[in-house]
Structures are given as structure tokens and as C-alpha cells.
């Protein structure tokens, strides 16, 4: 216990967001003072419900994109009978193994491999809400790009450009997986989490060498390891970013999070695909993988509010209206209802 807590102190990165963001929220509202609206980043990324900011549905995100750019999906209603839905699955050309993430999600919660029958149908009886079926992305490479482009202008900037790993273990040929999970420092913080995702497996001896994915999730939260890419952002890479921006002509900040076949063919454009576009609400992920002490990541931090601020007002004088109080908070109480639901869905919901 005495342990824990003096890792939690000396790694600012694993204090609760509130704790970390409390000594700068005033300088958030005074942006919501100078525009007179609580929600004053709403229209920052105006085909995106909220700005991005949280609860939007990634339909409105892959319609936006370039076809090709992001993975063949279907659209699934949890109404639909499972012996139907299967057909049209195997229908549209799909095959085990896939991905499935809820529609509207945060945080990789319900982000599973589907791997056979049994698993899709399990999932499909305890999912209450609306997700995508996916083929499963193959790339080795995951990354994570932040890019914001101001309205009247025709080139953005990328602030942040990371590789994401997983949060996994490798068997020595004689510990269980729980021992694995127990010497292993990344879980320390979620013991129990990983104890009831995996419990069918825990007495399992790994063998050597052999990997065990405990999070297929690669979100920061969820366990994922971010690894700095700085020294390979260059102008090539910003003008593939530029593109995808310009051609719904409404994205203007946000967080790519896209698997490639490697660095040098993203900055060619080809042989990506984008898994999600977090829009105003992302987190400016390279304040934790590039190695900044915590002055430094509020300096980050500062900067991009100051961005989504400019971004917005121009937008708003544009014609593009901030939302209402009512509107905005009847929004995101049922946002945040959403996830709460789909938390407690993740915790009980088996990995594999």
C-alpha cells in the first residue's frame, strides 16, 4: 500500500484527471467567460455532435472520412435477432476474427476481438446499445497523432505524434498468469480489473516467450504505453493529416488514433487505417510520452485550449452557434450515464 502511494505521488501521470487539471481549470473558464458560453468549444469541429468534446457516435466520424481511410464496419442495433445479424455479418464479406467497439464508447470500454460464435453471441446478448462490427486492422504499428488546422487556413500543425503498445505480459514457461500479472508494475493499479477480465485463465502456465494481451484496448487509460515519435514529425506527415482534414472541411482539432504498416508508409499516405478521431475533448496524449515534468504538461495543455478557443470563435462568428446551457448539460448527463453503463459492461466482460 505504502508502495503504491509513493508511486502515485512521484508519477503525476497516474493522479486522477481532476487532481492533475484543477490548478489550470480557471484559466478554462475564463475561455467560457470571453464567449459567454459554458460550452464554448462546440463549434469546433462542426459535423461532429458536442465538438467532439464526449458523447458523440463514430458514425458521424466515418462519414466524414475518406472512403478507404478507416475500417470496413457495420452498424448494429442490439434489437437485431443474433441468427439474422450473423447472416448478414458473413454477408458483407466479414470473418472471425473481427473488432467490435460500441457505437458511442470512451476510453476502449467494450473494445473486444471477436474470435468465434460464442464470443459474438455473448456480446451481442449483453450489449444494450448500438456498436460497429469491424474488420480486424492487422498493422503492427499503432499511433497516435494530435493535428489542429485553423479554419482560414489550408495547412494545421501536429503538436503530438506517439506509438502506442500494449498492455501485455510474456510467460516464462513456469508462472501462472497471475503471478505474471502480480510482478508485473503496469497493472499494479488495476489488480482487480485484470483478475476478472481474465479470471478463466489465471492458474494458466504461459509458456515461454508466448505474449498475453491482458487490454486490446491501447488507450492510455486502459493500461496502453505511449512511446514518443517527435523526431519523426516532419512536413510530409503534416500534409497527409492536412488532407484527411480538408475533405469533410469540419475537422479542426482533435486526436487521431491509426494503425499502419509503418511510419514511412503513413507519411506516404498509404497502407493506414484510422480507428478513431477524438474530436475537441481528446487529451493531448504527448504530455505523458515524451517524457515532461508536470509544468511542462500544463504548458501543453494551455496551449491547445488556447487553439480550441481561437478554432471556436472563429467558427462561432462564422455562424456556427454554441450551444445552450440546457442543451449541453441534458447532453452530457446522458453521456456520462452511457459510460458509467459501459464501465461496469467492461469490468465483467471477459478479454480474449
Same mark, same amino acid.
Given at each position: 500500500m505504502v508502495k503504491n502511494i509513493f508511486f502515485r505521488l512521484m508519477h503525476w501521470e497516474t493522479w486522477h484527471y481532476l487532481v492533475k487539471y484543477v490548478p489550470i481549470m480557471p484559466v478554462w473558464g475564463w475561455y467560457c467567460l470571453q464567449a459567454r458560453s459554458l460550452w464554448f468549444f462546440t463549434p469546433s469541429n462542426p459535423g461532429i455532435t458536442f465538438g467532439g468534446f464526449e458523447g458523440e457516435g463514430k458514425s458521424e466520424m466515418y462519414n466524414q472520412l475518406p472512403p478507404g481511410s478507416y475500417p470496413r464496419s457495420l452498424f448494429i442495433e442490439p434489437a437485431t435477432p443474433f441468427d439474422l445479424l450473423e447472416i448478414q455479418v458473413f454477408a458483407q464479406g466479414f470473418s472471425?476474427?473481427?473488432?467490435?467497439?460500441? +457505437?458511442?464508447?470512451?476510453?476502449?470500454?467494450?473494445?473486444?476481438?471477436?474470435?468465434?460464435? +460464442? #464470443?459474438?453471441?455473448?456480446?451481442? @446478448?449483453?450489449?444494450?446499445?448500438?456498436? /460497429?462490427?469491424?474488420?480486424?486492422?492487422?498493422?503492427?504499428?499503432?499511433?497516435?497523432?494530435? /493535428? /489542429?488546422?485553423?479554419?482560414?487556413? +489550408?495547412?494545421?500543425?501536429?503538436?503530438?505524434?506517439?506509438?502506442?503498445?500494449?498492455?501485455e505480459v510474456v510467460g516464462d514457461g513456469r508462472s501462472t498468469l497471475l503471478q505474471l500479472i502480480l510482478h508485473y508494475p503496469r497493472v499494479q493499479f488495476r489488480l482487480e480489473e485484470m483478475k476478472s477480465k481474465h479470471a478463466d485463465k489465471l492458474n494458466d502456465i504461459l509458456p515461454e516467450g508466448e505474449i498475453h494481451v491482458l487490454s486490446h484496448a491501447l488507450n492510455l487509460s486502459r493500461g496502453g504505453r505511449l512511446v514518443s515519435l517527435e523526431s519523426q514529425k516532419d512536413a510530409e506527415l503534416t500534409a497527409v493529416f492536412d488532407q484527411l482534414s480538408r475533405y469533410s472541411k469540419t475537422f479542426f482539432y482533435g486526436r487521431y488514433d491509426i494503425k499502419c504498416r509503418s511510419i514511412a508508409c503513413l507519411k506516404r499516405?498509404?497502407?493506414?487505417?484510422?480507428?478513431?478521431?477524438?474530436?475537441?475533448? @481528446?487529451?493531448?496524449?504527448?504530455?505523458?510520452?515524451?517524457?515532461?515534468?508536470?509544468?511542462?504538461?500544463?504548458?501543453?495543455?494551455?496551449?491547445?485550449?488556447?487553439?480550441? /478557443?481561437?478554432?471556436?470563435?472563429?467558427?462561432?462568428?462564422?455562424?456556427?452557434?454554441?450551444?445552450?446551457?440546457?442543451?449541453?448539460?441534458? &447532453?452530457?448527463?446522458?453521456?456520462? @450515464?452511457? &459510460?458509467?453503463?459501459?464501465?461496469?459492461? +467492461?469490468? #465483467?466482460f471477459p478479454v480474449t
Open positions: 472471425y476474427p473481427f473488432a467490435v467497439k460500441p +457505437d458511442v464508447g470512451m476510453m476502449g470500454f467494450m473494445f473486444r476481438r471477436i474470435n468465434n460464435r +460464442d #464470443e459474438f453471441q455473448h456480446y451481442h @446478448a449483453i450489449m444494450p446499445v448500438a456498436y /460497429y462490427l469491424q474488420e480486424l486492422i492487422t498493422y503492427p504499428l499503432e499511433v497516435s497523432v494530435f /493535428y /489542429y488546422r485553423f479554419p482560414n487556413s +489550408d495547412n494545421g500543425t501536429i503538436t503530438g505524434f506517439l506509438k502506442k503498445e500494449f498492455l499516405g498509404e497502407h493506414f487505417s484510422i480507428l478513431e478521431y477524438n474530436g475537441c475533448g @481528446a487529451e493531448p496524449h504527448h504530455i505523458y510520452g515524451n517524457g515532461n515534468n508536470l509544468l511542462q504538461a500544463y504548458a501543453i495543455v494551455l496551449h491547445h485550449w488556447e487553439v480550441l /478557443y481561437q478554432i471556436s470563435r472563429h467558427n462561432h462568428r462564422q455562424g456556427i452557434r454554441y450551444w445552450g446551457f440546457k442543451r449541453g448539460w441534458q &447532453f452530457l448527463k446522458a453521456a456520462r @450515464a452511457h &459510460f458509467k453503463m459501459l464501465k461496469k459492461l +467492461d469490468h #465483467e
